[in-house]
């Protein structure tokens, strides 16, 4: 489980909960959907910057890696690897 500091007052935090939890189901969505955009959008250009490389097959294979590093095994993670550098 991550943990994550806090620097936002509680009564900031329970407006934005109330922002939030007033939304339509549709509006969390889109919502949530633009957060997930960015963040990918932000890993991506972090990682072009790091690796030097604009290859959408390394870059693929580093994202995920990136993301997914905890979760596999370093056996699985070759297999992402080869996977994408197999299908450019």
Do not use: W
Not at 19 to 40: H, P, R, S
Request: glycine share 2%; hydrophobic share 35%.
């Amino acid at each position: 489980m991550y943990h994550f500091q806090n620097d936002t007052p509680l009564s900031i935090r329970t407006r934005q909960a109330e922002i939030i939890q007033a939304k339509t189901n549709q509006e969390k969505l889109e919502l949530t959907a633009q957060i997930v955009d960015f963040c990918y959008e932000q890993t991506m250009t972090l990682l072009k910057k790091q690796l030097g490389t604009k290859d959408p097959a390394t870059l693929k294979a580093a994202f995920v890696e990136a993301v997914y590093k905890d979760d596999f095994s370093e056996e699985e993670l070759e297999r992402v690897r080869v996977f994408f550098t197999s299908h450019r």
